[in-house]
């Protein structure tokens, strides 16, 4: 997962005053350069943009210079969502990557009011089950109308003032690949159904889930920690729901 290092807001203000950073002039041709191999009659969807294809392809502009999603990267994303014809030459799961990447990384870089607090019940009551997921700290707020919306920003700001560690940039994550990140972590079925409800329950049909890893020493524990937190976003985008798990502590 990609370090959000444009956390450090004075630097990164700096960067971003200017009409667009250096890094475009590598990442944009870069991304065009994954999709004309992804829609290669010899790639592994054929002449059809797979989601895993776009999602490298997309990483390019988390990859370049560590700044996020730039003016010029996405003015350039705004070209090619607008291209129908490229548009259909995706997947449907990899239109809506794309689509989902698109609307989290909107260069903003100051976070809307978005406080989040602990949910009252403990993960067992909320899952229905106890497991390796029993442990998962759960906070959920919301911004308040007419105030802003969950970007990049507002999601790394949110993780870090309600649980402490920096996170990782937030990515697109599927319902499917949702199940199979929470399954890696506990054995119990029912645990991982009942999060995987609890978790997606305001994500409504909009399946706005996003994936980030997060890493710490002295947060919580005496040592190094590290996990990762998976948020959902309702359909409005001002409610958003959060679930934080230790996979390492020495």
């Known amino acids: 997962m990609k370090t959000l290092s444009m956390k450090s807001l004075v630097g990164a203000l700096m960067l971003f005053s200017a009409p667009a950073l250096a890094g475009s002039t590598t990442s944009i041709p870069a991304f065009e350069a994954r999709i ?7 790639s592994p969807g054929g002449t059809t943009i797979l989601r895993s294809e776009i999602r490298t392809a997309l990483d390019e502009f988390l990859n370049d210079a560590g700044y996020g999603v730039d003016s010029a990267e996405r003015a350039h994303l705004t070209t090619r969502l607008s291209d129908t014809q490229f548009q259909q030459s995706m997947t449907g799961t990899a239109a809506k990557y794309f689509a989902d990447f698109y609307e989290v990384n909107d260069t903003l870089l100051t976070g809307y009011p978005l406080n989040l607090y602990p949910v009252a019940q403990t993960p067992a009551v909320l899952f229905g089950a106890v497991g390796g997921l029993s442990g998962a700290r759960i906070y959920e707020g919301y911004i308040p109308n007419g105030q802003g919306v ?9 993780f870090s003032n309600a649980f402490g560690p920096q996170a990782s940039i937030f990515e697109p994550i599927s319902p499917r690949e949702l199940v199979g990140q929470l399954s890696a972590y506990t054995y119990n079925v029912d645990e991982a159904e009942g999060a ?3 978790i ?11 994936i980030t890893g997060w890493s710490c020493r002295g947060c919580g524990a005496p040592g190094y920690t590290q996990g990762f937190a998976i948020a959902a976003v309702s359909t409005d985008r001002r409610f958003v729901r959060m679930m934080s798990v230790t996979t390492y502590a020495d």
Do not use: C, H
């Open 150 to 158: 969950a970007n990049q920003q507002t999601l790394g700001e949110a």
């Open 36 to 42: 004309t191999a992804a829609k290669s009659p010899t």
């Open 200 to 210: 997606t329950q305001i994500s409504r049909n909009s399946n706005r889930l996003y």
């Open 196 to 198: 995987v409800a609890y």
